[in-house]
Structure formats: structure tokens, C-alpha cells
């Protein structure tokens, strides 16, 4: 501390004793995890096909301590790629927001929240769709992270930012999928960048 001054108040709060009321913080989002380093809880949910984006979701859980929630299907998807392939196209030409297997126990506390899914028809499936529309994450941050062949993020970023406009949402982490059963590397330079290493 850079203060001389002994005669501080006993009331006044101290820097750091986290406080059950937020008092004069009216963008509580703009709050980065470092402020509540050691009480901030963060979830990783995830949809995966064919298992590279759940390698992904499982590194970023290592790496972050995360409590973690598969995204999975009521009605599961078939096995034969060319089936889903066609199907996923026609779940997104209809808009189809197909339903999730049970839910999440209380979001409310996570403060930052990893979303991942493969590049389906250079878009997110439609169940992250589902997903977005089920749970409001205003406050929360949001970091995207997507497994694809040569698409990358698309325009990924851009519309979670536009379906959670109340969250803050992060640089995504595109990883190929080629990449994707060796993530540990990239994982880590993204979670620096982003201001949510351990
Ligand atoms: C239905 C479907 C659509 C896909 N569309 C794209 C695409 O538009 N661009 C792309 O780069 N990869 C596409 N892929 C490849 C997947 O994004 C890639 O294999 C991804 O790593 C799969 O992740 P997963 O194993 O977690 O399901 C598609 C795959 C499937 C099954």
C-alpha cells in the first residue's frame, strides 16, 4: 500500500473484502474475473458430434477449474455424417431450436461462462440456439471457443454477442480439428490473452 495515512475509518470497506452488495458499479459486466480472483466460478458447456469439441471443453475444465455441462440432444443425432450433414442444414433453414437434455442447476452462479460447439454450415448448430434462448447470461462473460475444418469462428462471435447483448463476450478460440485431440497449447496462449488463466 502507498498510504501513510494510519487514520482510515474502521468502516470504511477494505480494497479487497468481497461485498454482498454491488454499490456503485453500474456496468457490472465490464467487471473482469481478476476483481473476484478466488470466489469468480466459471462453466464450461459444450456440444460435440464427434468428440473434438469435448476434447477442447475438457482441456479449457482442466486448465480453469470449471464445472462443465454437455449440451446434449433430446432427440440424438445420427451417427452417419452424410445424415447429420443434411440434417443440420435443414435445422437451419427451418430456424429448429431442437431441445436440450436436462439443464443447468443454477447459471446465476457463474461469472464467466466457455461456450463451444463445432462450425456446423458456417454457423453454431441451432441447439447452442436453443441454448442462448434458454438462459440469460447479462452480466456474465461469455468466451466462445468452436472446432471446425476450414471455417474457423465464422461469424460465431458476432452473433452470440448479438443473442447475449447483456454479457460480455470474449475473443473466440478457433481451434482446427485436426488440432483439437492436442489442445493444451492453444488453450493456454488463449485463456492469457484473455484475462482468464489460473
Ligand atoms: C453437420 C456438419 C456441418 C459442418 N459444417 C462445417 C463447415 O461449415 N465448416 C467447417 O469448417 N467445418 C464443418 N464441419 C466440420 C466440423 O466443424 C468439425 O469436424 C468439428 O471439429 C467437429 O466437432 P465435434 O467433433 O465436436 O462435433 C461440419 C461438420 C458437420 C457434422
Known amino acids: 500500500?502507498?498510504?501513510?495515512?494510519?487514520?482510515?475509518?474502521?468502516?470504511?470497506?477494505?480494497?479487497?473484502?468481497?461485498?454482498?452488495?454491488?454499490?456503485?458499479?453500474?456496468?457490472?459486466?465490464?467487471?473482469?474475473?481478476?476483481?473476484?480472483?478466488?470466489?469468480?466460478?466459471?462453466?464450461?458447456?459444450?456440444?460435440?458430434?464427434?468428440?473434438?469439441?469435448?476434447?477442447?471443453a475438457k482441456s479449457i475444465q482442466n486448465q480453469t477449474d470449471a464445472d462443465i455441462f454437455e449440451i446434449?440432444?433430446?432427440?440424438?443425432?445420427?451417427?452417419?455424417?452424410?445424415?447429420?450433414?443434411?440434417?443440420?442444414?435443414?435445422?437451419?433453414?427451418?430456424?429448429?431450436?431442437?431441445?436440450?437434455?436436462?439443464?443447468?442447476?443454477?447459471?446465476?452462479?457463474?461469472?464467466?461462462v466457455y461456450v463451444g460447439f463445432p462450425n456446423w454450415w458456417g454457423d453454431m448448430p441451432m441447439i447452442l440456439y436453443t441454448f442462448f434462448d434458454s438462459y440469460d447470461l447479462s452480466g456474465k462473460t461469455i468466451?466462445?471457443?468452436?472446432?471446425?475444418?476450414?471455417?474457423g469462428l465464422s461469424n460465431t462471435v458476432n452473433e452470440i454477442k448479438s443473442l447475449e447483448s447483456g454479457a460480455a463476450v470474449t475473443k473466440g478460440l478457433h481451434i482446427g480439428s485436426s488440432s483439437s485431440s492436442n489442445p493444451e497449447h492453444a488453450v493456454k496462449a488463449w485463456l492469457d490473452e484473455i484475462g482468464l488463466a489460473k
Open 143 to 151: 468466451a466462445p471457443f468452436c472446432t471446425s475444418g476450414g471455417s
Open 72 to 112: 446434449i440432444p433430446q432427440t440424438p443425432y445420427s451417427d452417419d455424417y452424410d445424415t447429420v450433414v443434411d440434417f443440420a442444414q435443414e435445422e437451419q433453414r427451418a430456424d429448429a431450436r431442437p431441445a436440450i437434455s436436462g439443464s443447468i442447476e443454477n447459471i446465476a452462479q457463474y461469472d464467466v
Open 1 to 56: 500500500s502507498n498510504t501513510t495515512n494510519k487514520e482510515v475509518p474502521s468502516t470504511e470497506p477494505q480494497e479487497n473484502t468481497p461485498s454482498p452488495v454491488p454499490t456503485e458499479n453500474p456496468e457490472n459486466q465490464e467487471v473482469s474475473a481478476e476483481t473476484t480472483e478466488g470466489i469468480s466460478k466459471s462453466l464450461v458447456v459444450y456440444f460435440s458430434w464427434s468428440g473434438n469439441t469435448e476434447n477442447v
